[in-house]
């Protein structure tokens, strides 16, 4: 199994841009897709951003489309999520997903069933 620990969350203005970091470690010689999700205070843990075990091919929730990048370094064993032009809805616990695949085209987009999760990051967006 490959474990996961996010960071580079925090409390920005509408507007900013943070860049939230996924670091795997273990089971990392294996091929996986990666995946962040974000759950927000009363709602369920909903899918933002995925990409496939070797960066070919990306995925975005229609809320973050055109303003989210994710990315990965295959060599370090990082992910990572760009988020800009930030909205106050955006506000939420951002969590890091990892899958074992090595389909092209496969990046978690549900949140049931993944085989690895971080422990998450908080991002704050104030209005």
């Known amino acids: 199994q490959v474990q996961l620990v996010e960071s580079g969350g925090g409390l920005v203005q509408a507007g900013a841009s943070l860049r939230l970091s996924c670091a795997a470690s273990?089971?990392?010689?294996?091929?996986?897709?990666m995946g962040w999700f974000r759950q927000a205070p009363g709602k369920e843990r909903e899918f933002v951003a995925g990409?496939?075990?070797?960066?070919?091919?990306?995925g975005y929730a229609d809320s973050v489309k055109g303003r989210f990048t994710i990315s990965r370094d295959i060599i370090k064993n990082m992910a990572y999520l760009q988020m800009n032009r930030l909205k106050p809805e955006d506000t939420a616990i951002y969590y890091c997903?990892?899958?074992?695949?090595?389909?092209?085209?496969?990046?978690?987009?549900?949140?049931?069933?993944?085989?690895?999760w971080g422990k998450g990051t908080l991002v704050t967006v104030s209005s």
């Open positions: 273990g089971r990392t010689f294996s091929p996986y897709a």
């Open positions: 997903a990892a899958d074992r695949s090595r389909s092209n085209s496969y990046y978690p987009t549900n949140s049931h069933g993944i085989d690895s």
């Open positions: 990409i496939n075990w070797n960066g070919g091919s990306t």
